[in-house]
């Protein structure tokens, strides 16, 4: 990808779909901060496993409670989630790709070996080892994911600071005084950040999947906080008779990762001039 | 290349050295003594004591250290702290299992993606192409481990035609063995199926663009022609990496759908020794999967290496 | 068919029974876990005394045991032609060598009940004499579990893989993390197994082993871990469920020595607040029994305290305000086995609407479980099934990690394991008595013993009341 | 009768008409010149005639083929397929990109003639027989050589050979010369008029370049916003243009004589004593040392203030490295630089600062030499700004005052340089160069990537700035035309030597060394092609 990625061009029909389903589970997440149909948490015996019908429109799980309003809550652990790790990743990635892509080196070589090396280390083993140390909890799957993430993010990011370090806008801020740090945040920054975004979009849904994964292995988010992973766990023992518990969750879980794809795949389409060209 | 190859293999060397420090570094500050573990409930101090001796984890750790290391080079990976029985083996059984799991999920996924990939590329404006687009981008946002618990419901439990889970060893019963495989492997190779395609997708784009294919045509190939004798190993050099990446992705994504499936390999092993404190072998069954994929991803390079003559004689 | 209407039942030579929890090793001198005896005692070892299916205390490889006065001496004649399956014959050499190597040789804490034991001899090949440092009940129960298994004095040398001992049944061969095969002892003194070959199949997953049921896979489902999952069995033509009781007491323990458990109040208000009958009801699809207290109704000291503490919401508030403690919060640490991650939801949301806010932390059983809440008692309340027989002796534990300290409870129970049967009977259930009404702890309810199982294969134990999961009698049709 | 006839010929994108009512004819052995700006269509009306239109283009019209009775447009791609490369041959502009890099050359030479029916063997042989036609050196070697172990010009004679393999009635060649050196340049005109003389071949050659159709062609159309706007033989097209953007073309491409300014100062203000880069390359055997290409060796030259100063030389003869020490962006590996009498190379870069308040640079690459995501204001003043040179007030007024300098609307300064054409692009750099009143100004190439009549007003303009400000000029490169236009000394690199160095004049007139000759001699000129064709 080029350092001219700058400017959004024509949106694409992925972006666009992708924009409005991480819309919606956005807009999702944020009602559950100020409503939700029922409580979610509230066990209520006597409606255990309703099907869906006008008081629960998602229907009940065992604990009698409301699919719906644990569905909406789990849009918030879903999020929270990729947020955290998509935000480890890019925080601690971000600079240590530009770091690599600016020294030549003992420093930058360093910095890229370490990288393969926790590259070596896939998300879901890094979280079942963190989750062995520190216990499972969403806090150590989302670290764990951000941590297994960096080496994409420091990748991609070094790549894109050589290209723009090769430039003569370069050579022409240090003819023009500017001293590294200066060049780093001026001008490599900003011109990483379309490829740090279209990274993030992507990351975000490998996110999702491995919180699902986790939480079905039982290393991710603990109960009776509701993450659309976990309720797929809960569903499993139940799926011949009521379906349903796995189907929205999985739905959910599906339409969610689909989002992020879509609208990573339109912002790399939309930034690389090669494919705008055609 | 002699030269690259080498720097190469050095490079291997180290990351797997520094592997070994991290894990086991990692593994120490893991809370739960061993001994304390096996001994369960009510144990005394001395009793607790005198196991620590017998396993060893009474000595500074660097002394474990190297001595863990020695028993990897070896090949024995030292003693179980729960089953008293060497690891090495116990390892190798699984690892075997893994593999035939993996590997048959990765050949499925080649031959679905590279096909695929190839059409949506080539009709990427046309109708099957959207088609297999949308396909491909939902088998990436379904987890492999739904399609599994699906699968199960429905071709073991609804219809009946395969087991719901389980293993039995190729040795044994060969009919039994691919009943036993066709599930699992489907559902873990359908879902790395879909991202492969995209890549397919990507890199016969690119390829697509590339001048020389336009060279290839004023010759007087046809476009179909032309992609397939200048087109195709030139998009394998791109997607030879990702092949090796989704290797790795595999290999851990096997540790979930070997729950759902109920299949002795790595991953229940390495889930084992977690719940059970098993140190070293969790150790171990980390090493060999870390291994693993630097091994893959030396191996792409290598590979990498021979696909492309640039890098070969330059 | 016209000609023979009732085909003679043909009896399978082979049955797959499905299990939870893997053993580590086949070792339980030297590693704790609930699966070694599970799989292997009754089946591969065997004790001089068992239990029956009614919690009564009967002989197996003694053929009788006489009590001396000072309830000291015990003395018992043992079975001749009992065998061991490396060929050697069990002697009363074996049985105090046996007796013997507890002490000596066992590391897991469980020893403890061969502490009691002073000597051990042998007075000829068919007698043993066994000597107590002072009378104890609790010693001729403990017999019966592993710890009165009884090993060859030439077969010991690699336990962890190849046990050896006198029952029915000889290990075959183990795969771990997959299946382990019991093969039936050709050369067994007693009535022959009915199966030949035994397979017990481990699963981690327990919907993989109800699927594994219903796709015929295997014939047992040993315990159904999801009860709601039941429904899948109803079909009454291929598959049958037996219900029984277990002695595991589902045991919501609070922090007895920290503040605010050491106040009464604040016990008994948890006690109140919980609707236990709905725990079971939404957690356990309503499959357990309500107790009040540490004994399970097999015990011969049971007594129902289950109505001790009905559900009353509002007396719950008003003893926490007493308490000086309305708005409490709580670590609620659990280990994360399916009926206490199901429980603990249940309890959480009960509490809430009382005001007491519980924090579930799930921590990883064993291995974290036990070291933070168990060995450092790390919590404030936590949950787990006792499944040990006749485990109230831990609450004369003050160590023990409720950190339960009540002298009287401690006497009472001291007294009953040295006194007659009659005394032990009563003193017993004088201190459950006591600990219920002391609010030690919340008595959520008695796990059941659930199995599904293919229609045709009998011999399954209806309750679970010892560490063996007894495969003797099992057959299929 | 024609061989290859163009009737009407329109391409589209969409509803925009990229090629529009294009007509031409080519005779047999006729060679006949495309040239135009930039984005004119060239390419567009080659690929319509070959079928090669990108994905989403659409061509109508027609096209004739001597032998071919249907419209070339209208046939299905199978029957196309076998026109290419057989009757049909085409040589496209960057030779590196154009060939399989995973591919031995020979093979892929064989390709077209095993396409059109030659067996294995025949094709293999013929093969080196064609690379020996089109002098590669070694072509029993070069067949098994990869495209990314031959230079430039060799692949280009790769491309050539391969689109003259089966004797073809027409060869397209697409700028074939415009990513080679002047000295190859020759070389390779030569080889196309040559092996197309000899088969009759009729060429259609396009490029930007006047002097290079002047000197192949004998028939020329000009081209602009996709139509034919002139057309007619070289010598009158070129004498007498009649339409008015030929007369542009024209003008752009025929400098006037430079105005050498009487500029009698002597003080150096840069001067280089013994300089010599080595660069080195990655290690390629084990043992071995590692490679190094010297850049520029034992390099001494001094410029005097207010000189404007050429550096001309072929591509890697060290140029830019030349100019990135005395910009003090580099450091020399021996010798040392001093500017304004103090020593440069010997200095961190954090305390080059007189030396970046006093000497600012122009690049090349006028879309890459701005940050894409910085909007013109903090360009220009990004000097100013790193040089704490001024308060923020100062800045704005600052940047006005330079735009309006350089010719751009003051408004600009809000804008981003994508929405600003390569000339306007050119100017903004320029600007900002003059930001902190440098004294010396360095230009690396600051032409080569614009079209003729843009390259006309931006020289125009640094030799005004130059003379306004009173500035010391350094100007680099490849084109010995433009140099001589605009500088007064002039130096000439050669495989990092410096092999002449005098009055620009003198340079030109009588050079000294053989280097300069050569390259004197291999420069196209419009005047030199016409003299040759007897035009005046
Ligand atoms: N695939 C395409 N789709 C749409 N427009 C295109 C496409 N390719 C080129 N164009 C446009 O067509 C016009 C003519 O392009 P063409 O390549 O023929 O110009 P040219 O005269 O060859 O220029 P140059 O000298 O730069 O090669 C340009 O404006 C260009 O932007
Ligand atoms: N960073 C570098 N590392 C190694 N070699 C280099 C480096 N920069 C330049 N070179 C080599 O040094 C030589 C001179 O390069 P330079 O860029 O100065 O040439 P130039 O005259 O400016 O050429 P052009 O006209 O193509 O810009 C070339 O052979 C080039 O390959
Ligand atoms: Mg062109
Ligand atoms: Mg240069």
Redesign the pocket.
């Known amino acids: 990808m080029s350092a001219r990625l700058t400017y959004l061009r024509p949106r694409s029909p992925s972006l666009i779909a992708g924009g409005v389903l991480i819309g919606v589970v956005v807009l999702i997440a944020l009602v559950s901060f100020v409503w939700t149909p029922h409580d979610p948490y509230r066990v209520e015996a006597t409606s255990r496993l309703l099907g869906p019908g006008s008081e629960f429109w998602l229907g009940t799980d065992k604990f009698g409670r409301d699919l719906l309003s644990r569905l909406m809550v789990g849009a918030r652990t879903t999020l929270f989630v990729g947020i955290v790790a998509v935000g480890v990743a890019a925080v601690l990635g971000t600079p240590l790709g530009i770091l690599a892509g600016m020294s030549r080196g003992w420093l930058g070589s360093f910095v890229m070996r370490g990288n393969d090396l926790v590259l070596a280390f896939p998300a879901l083993l890094l979280a079942i080892m963190f989750g062995a140390v520190f216990g499972a909890s969403t806090l150590t799957a989302m670290v764990a994911i951000g941590v297994a993430t960096v080496p994409a993010f420091a990748r991609i990011v070094r790549a894109g600071t050589l290209q723009v370090m090769s430039t003569e806008y370069v050579l022409a801020a240090r003819a023009a005084g500017r001293r590294r740090l200066g060049i780093a945040v001026r001008h490599v920054l900003p011109n990483v950040v379309g490829l740090i975004i279209v990274q993030a979009s992507v990351a975000f849904a490998i996110a999702i999947l491995a919180e699902a994964g986790l939480s079905f292995l039982g290393f991710g988010t603990a109960p009776p906080v509701p993450s659309w992973g976990r309720m797929l766990q809960e569903s499993q023992e139940l799926l011949t008779s009521n379906p349903l518990l796995a189907v929205w969750p999985g739905t959910a879980i599906a339409l969610a990762v689909l989002g992020f794809n879509l609208f990573g795949d339109g912002l790399r389409d939309a930034y690389d001039p090669k494919l705008v ?2 | 290349m002699v030269l690259r190859l080498l720097k190469r293999t050095a490079v291997f060397v180290a990351s797997i050295a520094a592997a070994t420090i991290v894990v086991f570094a990692f593994m120490a500050v893991l809370p739960g003594d061993p001994a304390e573990v096996a001994l369960g409930v009510n144990a005394t101090p001395e009793a607790v004591a005198a196991l620590r001796a017998e396993f060893g984890t009474d000595r500074p750790p660097v002394v474990q250290y190297l001595d863990w290391v020695g028993s990897l080079v070896t090949g024995d990976f030292g003693i179980s702290y729960v089953t008293r029985d060497l690891i090495g083996p116990q390892v190798v059984d699984r690892l075997l299992v893994t593999l035939w799991l993996v590997v048959t999920s990765m050949v499925l996924a080649v031959l679905i993606a590279v096909p695929v990939g190839t059409v949506m590329a080539v009709r990427h404006r046309g109708l099957s192409g959207l088609a297999l687009s949308a396909l491909s981008q939902l088998g990436i946002a379904v987890p492999a481990f739904l399609a599994g618990i699906l699968a199960v419901a429905f071709f073991a439990v609804r219809l009946g035609w395969l087991p719901s889970g389980g293993w039995t060893p190729p040795n044994q019963d060969p009919v039994s063995f691919v009943q036993h495989l066709i599930l699992p492997a489907a559902a873990l190779g359908i879902a790395q199926a879909a991202v492969l395609a995209r890549y397919v997708r990507t890199a016969v784009l690119d390829v697509l663009r590339e001048d020389y294919l336009r060279t290839a045509r004023a010759k007087g190939l046809t476009p179909y022609r032309a992609l397939l004798r200048h087109g195709l190993r030139n998009a394998a050099i791109p997607v030879s990496t990702v092949l090796g990446l989704q290797l790795a992705t595999l290999l851990v994504g096997a540790i979930v759908v070997e729950r759902v499936f109920v299949i002795p390999g790595l991953g229940s092993l390495l889930l084992d020794g977690v719940a059970n404190r098993d140190l070293l072998l969790v150790q171990g069954v980390v090493m060999v999967l870390v291994v693993a994929v630097l091994l893959v991803n030396y191996l792409v390079d290598v590979l990498y290496t021979a696909l492309d003559p640039r890098l070969r004689t330059s | 068919g016209s000609g023979t209407s009732n085909p003679p039942e043909q009896e399978a030579k082979e049955l797959t029974v499905g299990l939870i929890a893997e053993p580590a090793s086949l070792d339980f001198t030297r590693n704790d876990g609930a699966a070694i005896p599970q799989a292997l005692l009754l089946n591969v070892y065997e004790g001089l005394v068992k239990l029956d299916a009614n919690g009564k205390i009967v002989p197996l490889l003694a053929k009788g045991y006489t009590v001396s006065d000072d309830r000291r001496t015990y003395t018992f004649t043992l079975r001749e032609g009992a065998k061991f399956s490396n060929d050697a014959p069990f002697t009363a050499e074996d049985a105090a060598f046996s007796i013997n190597r507890v002490k000596t040789d066992w590391t897991v804490s469980l020893k403890a009940g061969m502490d009691v034991v002073d000597t051990a001899v042998a007075t000829n090949p068919t007698t043993l004499q066994v000597t107590l440092k002072q009378p104890s009940n609790s010693w001729l129960f403990r017999m019966t579990t592993r710890i009165g298994a009884m090993f060859s004095r030439t077969g010991i040398n690699d336990l962890a893989t190849k046990p050896i001992g006198t029952g029915p049944y000889t290990m075959k061969s183990w795969k771990r993390g997959d299946v382990m095969t019991l093969a039936a002892n050709p050369d067994y003194w007693g009535t022959k197994p009915p199966t030949e070959t035994v397979s017990l199949k481990y699963f981690k997953d327990p919907t993989a082993m109800n699927n594994a049921l219903l796709t015929g896979s295997i014939d047992v489902v040993s315990s159904v871990q999801a009860p709601d999952s039941l429904g899948q069995f109803k079909d009454t033509s291929k598959f049958q469920i037996i219900e029984g009781t277990t002695n595991g007491e589902v045991v919501m323990s609070f922090n007895d020595g920290k503040a605010p458990f050491t106040d009464k109040r604040v016990r008994q208000a948890i006690c109140y607040a919980i609707d236990r009958q709905a725990v079971i009801d939404t957690a356990w699809a309503g499959h357990g029994e309500l107790i009040g207290s540490m004994v399970p109704p097999t015990d011969p000291w049971y007594e129902d305290l289950s109505k001790l503490y009905p559900y009353d919401p509002e007396k719950a508030k008003t003893l926490l305000a007493q308490a000086g403690t309305p708005k409490l919060t709580l670590r609620f640490r659990i280990p994360n086995l399916p009926y206490a991650v199901a429980a603990a939801q249940v309890v959480k949301s009960q509490l809430a609407d009382v005001g007491i806010t519980a924090q579930i932390d799930v921590l990883e059983f064993p291995a974290r479980w036990l070291s933070e809440v168990f060995t450092n008692a790390d919590y404030d309340m936590s949950m787990i099934a006792h499944v040990e027989p006749r485990d109230i002796a831990s609450w004369a534990n003050p160590k023990y990690y409720w950190r339960y300290d009540n002298k009287q409870v401690q006497k009472l129970l001291a007294e009953a394991d040295s006194g007659t049967e009659e005394e032990q009977v009563a003193k017993t259930k004088q201190a459950a008595r006591i600990l219920a009404e002391d609010a030690a702890a919340d008595w959520l309810f008695l796990f059941p013993n659930l199995i599904a199982a293919k229609v045709g294969v009998k011999g399954l134990p209806k309750n679970v009341i010892s560490e063996a999961f007894d495969l003797t009698a099992v057959s299929k049709s | 009768m024609s061989v290859l006839s163009v009737s009407g010929l329109s ?1 589209h ?2 509803s ?1 008409a ?2 529009d009512d294009v007509s031409f004819a080519l005779e047999p052995g006729e060679r006949v010149g495309l040239i ?12 319509a005639v070959m079928g090669l ?5 659409r061509a109508s019209g027609s096209v004739g083929l001597a032998g071919e009775s249907a419209n070339l447009l209208t046939l299905r791609e199978r029957q196309l397929s076998a026109l290419r490369g057989s009757r049909l041959g085409m040589v496209f ?1 960057e030779p590196m990109s154009a060939l399989n890099p995973t591919m031995r050359v020979g093979d892929q030479l064989a390709e077209v003639l095993r396409i059109h029916g030659a067996s294995r063997q025949a094709a293999a042989a013929r093969a080196v027989e064609l690379l020996t036609q089109v002098r590669l050196p070694d072509p029993a070697g070069a067949v098994r050589a990869y495209p990314h172990q031959l230079s430039g010009g060799q692949r280009q004679r790769v491309m050539i050979a391969m689109a003259l393999a089966n004797d073809p009635l027409v060869l397209i060649c ?2 074939p010369t415009s990513a080679l050196d002047v000295t190859v340049q020759a070389k390779i005109l030569e080889l196309v008029v040559e092996a197309t003389a000899d088969l009759d071949t009729s060429v259609l050659f ?1 490029t ?1 370049d006047l002097p290079v159709v002047a000197t192949v062609c004998e028939r020329v159309l000009v ?1 602009k916003d ?1 139509a034919i706007v002139e057309s007619g033989p070289v010598a009158s097209v070129f004498t007498t243009p009649e339409h008015p953007y030929t007369r542009l073309l024209l003008d752009a491409a025929t400098f006037g004589r430079p105005t050498s300014s009487s500029h009698n100062a002597v003080d150096p203000i840069v001067d280089l004593s013994g300089v010599s880069r080595t660069y080195r390359r990655p290690r390629r055997s084990l043992f071995g040392p590692r490679p190094e290409v010297r850049a520029l060796r034992d390099v001494r030259m001094s410029i005097a203030a207010g000189q404007r100063f050429g550096v001309v030389g072929e591509s890697g003869s060290g140029k830019s490295t030349l100019v990135r020490l005395i910009a003090g962006l580099d450091k020399p590996s021996v010798g040392s630089i001093r500017f304004a009498g103090r020593r440069i190379e010997a200095l961190p870069e954090r305390r080059l600062r007189f030396l970046r308040e006093d000497l600012q640079m122009v690049f090349q690459d006028p879309a890459g030499s701005l940050d894409p995501r910085m909007r013109v204001r903090d360009i220009v003043a990004e000097p100013l700004v790193s040089l704490q040179r001024t308060t923020e007030r100062d800045v704005d007024a600052r940047v006005a005052e330079l735009l309006t300098a350089v010719g751009l609307p003051t408004d600009s300064a809000d804008r981003y340089p994508h929405q600003f054409s390569g000339g306007q692009r050119q100017r903004i750099s320029i600007a900002r160069a003059l930001a902190p009143r440098p004294r010396v100004l360095v230009a690396d190439e600051p032409v080569s990537a614009l079209d003729a009549p843009i390259r006309a007003q931006i020289l125009e303009l640094l030799a005004r700035l130059v003379d306004e400000y009173d500035l010391t000029m350094v100007f680099v490169s490849h084109d010995l035309t433009v140099v001589r236009q605009v500088c007064d000394m002039v130096a000439v690199l050669h495989d990092g030597e410096l092999v002449e160095l005098g009055p620009t004049e003198q340079v030109y007139t009588e050079p000294q060394h053989p280097y300069t000759r050569e390259l004197l001699a291999a420069v196209p000129t419009l005047e030199k092609a016409l003299a040759s064709k007897g035009v005046r």
């Open positions: 060209q055609r | 391409v994108a969409g925009s990229l090629v135009g700006e930039s984005g004119s269509g060239k390419s567009m009306t080659a690929l239109l990108p994905e989403g283009l502009q697409d700028e396009i930007h081209m996709g």
